[in-house]
Each structure stands twice: as structure tokens, then as C-alpha cells.
């Protein structure tokens, strides 16, 4: 956090003071100030941003409930097929065939032509 903003933010001779000031306040105990300076470097070294407390993304609860497909009723659920995968444009809208039947006739191409 704080040494990775003083670096992007600060020359190396800058940063430099910069620690050799909070060598003093964090290590109040230690003799010298050459043993406050070992102590802060050590510290310090090869450190980069941590990422204790981020927000990691969460598939518990509430979320697996409301992506589960298969829970989904009226229209929501002409929109996906039996494999949970979205029918897109197909799922979305009414596509009127143009065909001579009427809407919900389920034995077209049925009708034996030699009558």
C-alpha cells in the first residue's frame, strides 16, 4: 500500500528519506540509527501491493438462485433450453411462420400427398 505509492510517486533518493524518517518511528527501540535503517529495508524488501481485505467474487446464496435457469417460469424460461443455455433472439421475441398453419399445430408435413 503506502511503499508502493511513495515508489510510483517518488524518486529513489526521495523514497530513500522517506524511509529513513519512518525507520525512526517504527523502530523506536532498536540503538543506532544505522540499525533502524538495516530494520526498515529488510522490512521493506521485495514487498509489492497486498491484497488482504479485496473482494473476491462470490457465487453463494442469492446468486446461485437467481442464475439457475431451471427455476425460471413463464416467459423467462421459453428463453433457455433444456441444457440452461440462453435461445437468444429465438427465445426473445414470437417468430410468426408464414406457412398456412395455425399457431400451435403440431402435425405439419404430416399429411400423406397421395390423397
Same mark, same amino acid.
Do not use: M
Given at each position: 500500500?503506502?511503499?508502493?505509492?511513495?515508489?510510483?510517486?517518488?524518486?529513489?533518493?526521495? /523514497?530513500?528519506?522517506?524511509?529513513?524518517?519512518?525507520?525512526?518511528?517504527? /523502530?523506536?527501540?532498536?540503538?543506532?540509527?544505522?540499525?533502524?535503517?538495516?530494520?526498515?529495508?529488510?522490512?521493506?524488501?521485495?514487498?509489492?501491493?497486498?491484497?488482504?481485505?479485496?473482494?473476491?467474487?462470490?457465487?453463494? %446464496?442469492?446468486?446461485?438462485?437467481?442464475?439457475?435457469?431451471?427455476?425460471?417460469?413463464?416467459?423467462?424460461?421459453?428463453? /433457455?433450453?433444456?441444457? %440452461?443455455?440462453?435461445?437468444?433472439?429465438?427465445?426473445?421475441?414470437?417468430?410468426?411462420?408464414?406457412?398456412?398453419?395455425?399457431?400451435?399445430?403440431?402435425?405439419?408435413?404430416?399429411?400423406?400427398?397421395?390423397?
Amino acid at each position: 500500500g503506502l511503499v508502493q505509492a511513495v515508489v510510483s510517486t517518488q524518486s529513489t533518493g526521495e /523514497f530513500e528519506a522517506i524511509l529513513d524518517e519512518l525507520c525512526v518511528k517504527r /523502530f523506536p527501540k532498536k540503538e543506532t540509527l544505522d540499525d533502524k535503517k538495516e530494520a526498515i529495508r529488510t522490512l521493506v524488501a521485495g514487498k509489492g501491493p497486498k491484497t488482504a481485505g479485496t473482494t473476491k467474487a462470490s457465487r453463494a %446464496g442469492a446468486t446461485d438462485r437467481l442464475t439457475d435457469t431451471t427455476k425460471y417460469t413463464g416467459s423467462h424460461k421459453e428463453r /433457455f433450453g433444456k441444457d %440452461g443455455k440462453g435461445k437468444g433472439l429465438e427465445g426473445r421475441e414470437d417468430v410468426i411462420e408464414d406457412d398456412g398453419y395455425v399457431v400451435g399445430y403440431t402435425n405439419k408435413d404430416t399429411y400423406d400427398k397421395t390423397h
